[in-house]
C-alpha cells in the first residue's frame, strides 16, 4: 500500500478516534479504508439503481435472478444493437 497524506475536519478525526477507542477498528487508517470500501459500494449500488431503472426494474424484481438478468440482457443488447 501506498501512504498519502489526507486533511479531515477535526469533527471527522474525533469521528473516526472514537470508533478506534471502541475497538471498531484498529488504526484510524483501518478506518478510513472502510469507509472508502463503503463509498466505492454506495456508488455501485447508486449505478445499479440507475441500470435497473433504465431496465424498467423494480426493487420486488431485485430478488428474482432470473429477471434480473433477463432484463439486463434485453437493456445492453439494445444498446449494443444501436452502436
Known sequence: MKA???????????????????GLYRSRSEAIRDYIRKAEF??????FRKLASEA????????????????AYE?????LRAI
Open 42 to 47: 454506495f456508488d455501485s449500488l447508486v449505478q
Open 56 to 71: 424498467g426494474l423494480r426493487e420486488e424484481d431485485w430478488e428474482d435472478n432470473e429477471v434480473l438478468r433477463r432484463k
Open 75 to 79: 437493456m445492453f443488447s439494445t444498446k
Open 4 to 22: 498519502v497524506q489526507i486533511r479531515l475536519t477535526p469533527e471527522q478525526l474525533e469521528s473516526i478516534d472514537r470508533k478506534v477507542k471502541q
